[in-house]
């Protein structure tokens, strides 16, 4: 058995890393097997044996800092994110498994999964392309579309997590997800193809119809679950917690309904074996909301966490922000679409505070009022944008 040896780490940068980690896992790991991409899916174990190693250190490191019983009961909140952004990440890796396991999803679904909220996005740059031979930071996907790129792929090789340094060749196959309008925009952009289109399928029977669009529901609730939980915590707020348990439970509901059709469904598809993946997809989803779950609990029953995680928060790859619509402003009165906020700012709005009721993932016909608080995640200079659009 390999001996594991503790190793002084700063907990902040354990906890910046940890959260990234988690939330990239998690589309690293519905892109592997929405593409089957089989080296993509080893990435995503990469990921998954990264955050076991950094969870021993940072619980040593966070028990060594406990001088008294009010650090204690700060600090195990902290522990309790260690262990749920883990979680969240052996979730995304049993997706992952999918395709490394050789599971696999009935062609009949595979091609449905691009209807979800935020799509997937795979496109190969193009002889004619206008973003060969030009970095990520000069295109500006993220701020000009809202599509960030998850990984390139370049002959065998992947760029997991690419910064704005990298550097897009004709050949490359480039991941990314974002709203659907700003995915066909970079898709047209990479292929030089205005016609080019992403792969669909047909579904030939209708329980793997209705199947595909609760996995559907499923990631999209799974991936909102992760980042609602963290807003919670962040704002120390218990609405939002609350939320957060509702969406655990219509995982559960949604899991149960996917197990039902997939028993329905039966021996009717063209590969039935296949059948498997769909189960073990429902599974890791709920699981990951099993695990926001768990951070959104550190609010629900009024407990308390570190400066330190906010700290972590704001250093990581993607910021969660609130931000409020102040009379007058440029977003008082438009609808998200209308002003295409995620499209011009790469930021996410994950929900939105009206009076006493939350809206959670807004559409581009959700309209936005005075006085509506917006929880949003994104970049730092998309983040800064949306501050002043609703405030001038």
């Not at 090789?157 to 196959?173: K, S």
């Not at 074996?273 to 629900?300: K, N, P």
């Not at 209308?338 to 009076?355: D, S, Y």
Request: glycine letters at 8%.
């Amino acid at each position: 058995m390999e001996e594991i040896a503790y190793r002084s780490r700063n907990v902040r940068e354990t906890l910046v890393e940890l959260k990234n980690i988690s939330e990239l896992s998690v589309d690293l790991g519905y892109a592997a097997a929405l593409y089957d991409y089989p080296l993509l899916a080893e990435e995503v174990l990469e990921l998954e044996a990264r955050a076991d190693s950094l969870q021993y250190p940072a619980k040593i490191a966070l028990m060594l800092a406990a001088k008294r019983s009010s650090d204690a009961e700060q600090l195990v909140g902290i522990v309790q994110v260690v262990e749920a952004a883990v979680g969240i990440t052996n979730a995304a890796a049993d997706i992952a498994a999918i395709v490394t396991n050789d599971i696999g999803l009935p062609t009949e679904v595979r091609g449905s999964l691009p209807t979800a909220d935020e799509v997937l996005l795979k496109a190969t740059v193009g002889a004619d392309s206008e973003a060969a031979g030009r970095t990520l930071g000069d295109l500006s996907f993220e701020t000009e579309a809202g599509v960030s790129a998850i990984a390139i792929r370049r002959g065998n090789g992947w760029n997991i997590d690419p910064n704005e340094e990298a550097i897009l060749e004709v050949g490359d196959v480039v991941i990314g997800r974002g709203p659907d309008a700003g995915v066909r925009t970079v898709r047209e952009m990479l292929t030089g193809d205005p016609d080019a289109t992403g792969d669909r399928h047909s579904d030939d029977v209708d329980e793997l119809g209705r199947a595909a669009d609760m996995l559907v529901d499923l990631k999209d609730i799974s991936e909102l679950a992760v980042g609602l939980a963290y807003a919670a915590v962040l704002f120390d707020d218990d609405q939002l917690a609350a939320e957060v348990r509702d969406l655990e439970r219509q995982s559960d509901a949604l899991k149960n309904e996917v197990e039902t059709l997939v028993i329905e469904a039966g021996d009717r598809v063209s590969e039935p074996a296949s059948l498997r993946g769909l189960l073990h997809l429902a599974t890791a989803s709920e699981a990951i909301c099993d695990a926001a779950i768990r951070i959104a609990d550190i609010v629900l029953r009024d407990g308390s966490v570190h400066p330190v995680f906010g700290q972590a928060i704001g250093d990581s790859d993607e910021l969660i922000t609130t931000t409020a619509v102040e009379p007058g402003s440029t977003l008082a009165g438009e609808t998200l679409g209308g002003v295409e906020l995620e499209e011009a700012t790469g930021v996410a709005i994950m929900a939105i505070h009206r009076g006493n009721n939350w809206i959670l993932a807004p559409t581009g016909e959700t309209q936005l009022f005075a006085d509506d608080v917006l929880i949003a995640r994104g970049p730092e200079d998309g983040a800064n944008t949306v501050r002043e659009w609703a405030r001038e």
